[in-house]
């Protein structure tokens, strides 16, 4: 997917972008697109790999989300990269799917052969074998290539740009958060805004649920609770919201007049994803990283980063 444009050590990934940004979310695979190209790390995207289900195959059956994830991961492996997506549902999902088959492979090895005949039935040409990793890009931003390192290539830091993390439910529900963050005090979107130059805005809400996964079924409590969410971020004195989930972005910017009306109160903060924000730090323009595509306008952030 990107062209190396970058002298500094190479890092390489097996790109799993997920559907969202593919469709709703557009605006989420060109800002990614745009900040790795820039920081020179290089996407190798899974062409051929499928949706991970989001969590709603295993509700059917288990055994179909670990094949089906299995195959993904195994499309990964062959490639001997780690897997990256920007996407923190895709991320749980994968990430829960591989450390049960890993466990499995000892513990359980009839159940594993199982799931790699399946994998094998499905089309998959690679073996699942356990031994891939999956990231999240603020992981990979975070700790493979780092703070210090991301803050050298700011060309125009955020000052004054007040920004409240929204980091949501499965990016903290994980199966591996501890060798990144606490999953019931997270620090890492706060921190990396630091290094953006943005000010961290601190609310109850930053780690609850958006409310997007009752959205078809309970459309009222859904947008009464991500109502309260961006009303709390409001309060705080937050110029706009940042996540680093696609799924959180739909509810929160795409359904936010549908939230107003249940909740009786104009809001219009923007919501910008983890990608774009780093994005306009970077010095990319606002039109490459998709931001004309919003529901609520991002002129006001605009504004405060180009002053």
């Known amino acids: 997917m990107n062209a190396v444009a970058s002298s500094q050590p190479l890092l390489r990934y097996a790109y799993y972008p997920g559907c969202v940004a593919q469709g709703a979310c557009r605006e989420l695979y060109d800002s990614t697109e745009q900040i790795t190209r820039h920081l020179g790390i290089e996407l190798v995207e899974l062409e051929s790999a499928s949706c991970c289900g989001s969590g709603t195959f295993k509700e059917e059956s288990e055994q179909l ?3 089906v994830n299995a195959r993904n991961l195994a499309l990964a492996e062959a490639l001997g990269l780690p897997m990256l997506t920007h996407c923190s549902t895709c991320q749980g999902v994968l990430g829960r799917v591989n450390e049960k088959l890993k466990a499995a492979k000892t513990n359980n090895p009839e159940y594993f052969h199982h799931i790699e005949t ?3 039935k499905g089309g998959c040409e690679s073996r699942y074998q356990g031994s891939g990793d999956v990231r999240h890009l603020l992981w990979m931003l975070v700790s493979d290539y780092g703070l210090e390192r991301l803050q050298q290539q700011v060309k125009r830091p955020l000052r004054g740009l007040r920004c409240a993390a ?4 499965y990016l903290l529900r994980t199966h591996d958060i501890a060798r990144f963050d606490s999953a019931r005090d997270p620090r890492s979107m706060e921190t990396l805004f630091e290094g953006l130059g943005a000010t961290p805005v601190w609310y109850r809400g930053r780690t609850q649920c958006c409310g997007w996964p009752i959205s078809s079924y309970a459309p009222e409590q859904s947008f009464t609770m991500a109502g ?3 009303l709390e971020a409001l309060e705080a004195g937050a110029d706009c919201l940042v996540t680093p989930c696609p799924l959180c972005h739909l509810n929160l910017d795409s359904r936010q007049p549908e939230v107003e009306a249940v909740i009786g109160r104009k809001l219009g903060i923007p919501i910008l994803h983890l990608p774009q924000l780093v994005g306009l730090a970077l010095g990319i323009p606002a039109e490459k990283l998709g931001l004309n595509r919003h ?7 605009l504004q405060k980063v180009y002053q």
Do not use: N, P, S
């Open 295 to 301: 529901v609520v306008q991002v002129e006001t952030v």
């Open 65 to 67: 989300e670990d094949a």
């Open 166 to 169: 929204f980091y949501g439910c």
């Open 118 to 120: 399946l994998c094998q």
């Open 228 to 230: 309260r969410h961006l």
